[in-house]
């Protein structure tokens, strides 16, 4: 599957939860960058924004990226959903994977605004 370079416009910031130490070794829980994403963004329409309103989650935003073998070791340690995307001012939490056609090409990620 191809898809044109200039479609994958949109910068969104992956961040995972992480226990850090302050200077007196005090453990604290903080947001990371993990990975920066280069992504079409496109938000639900049809059966799959009904869908997801039954839910609450009609902000969900759909994210097309490239596959990276971090993103696939985030989701093959079930991870992922723990960690969150930060795009246009929002933050959104990922509910939903899909290594499109499995070619490890291009990656579909749903998430939610939180």
């Not at 902000?59 to 993103?71: A, M, N, Q």
Request: with cysteine.
């Amino acid at each position: 599957m191809i898809v044109d370079p200039g479609k994958l416009r949109h910068r969104v910031v992956l961040q995972e939860y992480t226990l850090e130490q302050d200077a007196q070794g005090n453990e604290l829980r903080v947001w990371k960058d993990s990975v920066v994403l280069w992504c079409a963004v496109n938000g639900l329409y049809g059966q799959e924004y009904w869908a997801a309103a039954v839910q609450g989650q009609q902000d969900t935003l759909v994210f097309v990226t490239r596959w990276s073998r971090r993103l696939d070791r985030l989701v093959q340690a079930q991870t992922l959903t723990g960690c969150r995307l930060l795009y246009g001012g929002g933050v959104y939490r990922p509910t939903a994977y899909d290594d499109l056609e499995h070619r490890h090409e291009l990656v579909k990620l749903k998430a939610v605004m939180e």
